[in-house]
């Protein structure tokens, strides 16, 4: 069975490879880092520029980012069932739950790209048009520059959890509907809709999307000067995400399943 | 011989309409079987059902001598099939669309002998979204023939082919039948076609399988209508029309048109020798598959309405 997902997953790849329009996303992430200093200034001024990169990070990757995931991770199944190219894909000897799970590494594999993107962009703008050294305070050195770039790699590491979740309900809507746009207006939707209502209902603490920001707590409060612990947000982090990715996934399945690929 | 397909019961419900009804069939290794039908009669949800692309909500298949749904990884290496209006990524060229799906295959393919094959590889680098609805089919034909099957499905293979895109097709999958012994299940309209390449004939109505019949037995000489080339065919039509044995009788100038009640062309064929015409043929008409299958659908629509 794994050998025929990664077949699945390598096929995925090279559809995404020969696609142009595949880089639309990461072109977008990369625009909105490059146009990070119009709105937070950074400059050679021996002063850490940390703040620039914990302000710029969430808002391209968890914003603009999430966003792009969602609509991409949409389309990863609708898409084949609108053209009806996924009867050429099932005729194969790939099983639909295979399918669904190496389009579940499709998007994943996405949002890696876009995570990293956003890292090496915003770390290489700060090294270029600002300082990277050690966070001090009252000129004592709270944080070296390694503690600070493994901090953001950890982040980094963490933020993939809660997009991969995003990546499973999307692709639950993607398997849900026909039509490309339906399944992106659910997945974008949904997402809006349960950050709407989750506080009012006391049940944020449940949900993977309030945990979006959360990998860069660490790294933004330190480029602050603030010490603040991983846990317990890290067990938040992972637990609803995974959790959102494992029911997302499985419903995604039985749907796929239920459907009649017929002309 | 083997058996390759076994249905059994097969039944499949788009909500409360009967796609297909209880059908039990079976398909040896080897042969070529077209399934005939006037539209929604059950074809192309019956190819999907063996292509694992449809579930059906009761019966059982078994290809290859083994159970379908539990099997399909191994049995889908084996089975190639041609869906109705092929797609494909349209993005992607000819060539890159069949090593592609050939990847997932797990297979290793020749893709250039593949597209000579079925007369596209002067396309071979277009873009899959360039091509017309004939060249569709055709590559559609090299994505079923892609890990050489043994078992092809196909729904409509010529469907938007012109004439000499037909020929083509029909002349491959008769060289696939009988030189190369894989077993075709295969829908049409086209009764010539099936007519041309299938060893047996399944006709469905309305999701009922209504006959199953060899080709070559429906194909016969119809003994009890001939045609006869004589001179004074009036006068002759006259005589023939007063006899008892004789249904129906037509004279066109220089030939009969008869229908005999039984099959008894001796019994006419001496008729007019001693009644001094000059008769210089009688022909038994061949029997059409366009005939057997008006006539079936003429009594399976009788007997759902009585």
Redesign the interface.
Known sequence: MT??IV??Y??EM??VI???YSAMGPVLVLIAVVCAPLLYPISKDEVSDYGFIAYITPVALNFLGFLLLLIYSAGLVSTELA???I?????????RHEFVLAKLLNGMTYALLLTLIVGASSWLLAWLLGELMGVTYGGELLFTREEMSNAYLLGLLLSLAPQWAGVALALMFSSFFRSPMTAASGAVGGWILIDLVKYPLGIERFVFSTYLEKPWAVFSSRSEAIALDWFPGVWYVLGTSFAVMAVCTALAIVALQ?R???? | MPTCISLNNLTKHYGSTVAVKNLTLKVEEGEVLGLLGPNGAGKSTTLYMLAGLVRPDEGKINVFGRELQRNFVSIARRMGVLVERPVFYDYLSVRRNLKLFARLAGHDVNVDRLLDLVGLLHAGNARAGALSQGMRQRLGLAHAMLTEPELLLLDEPTAGLDLEGVQDILQLLRYLAKDARVTIVFSSHQMHEVESLCDRVAILNKGELVACERTDALLSYDQTSVEVLIDGSEGAAKRLSEQSWVEKVEAKPGRLQVRLREENVHQLAAFLVTGGYKVSAIMPRRRTLQDYFLKVMNQSEKGAAS
């Open positions: 050998r025929r077949q699945a390598l096929f090279y559809k020969h696609y142009k053209s009806g190219t009867r050429q894909v099932l005729i194969r000897p790939v099983r239920r009649n690929l017929s002309a």
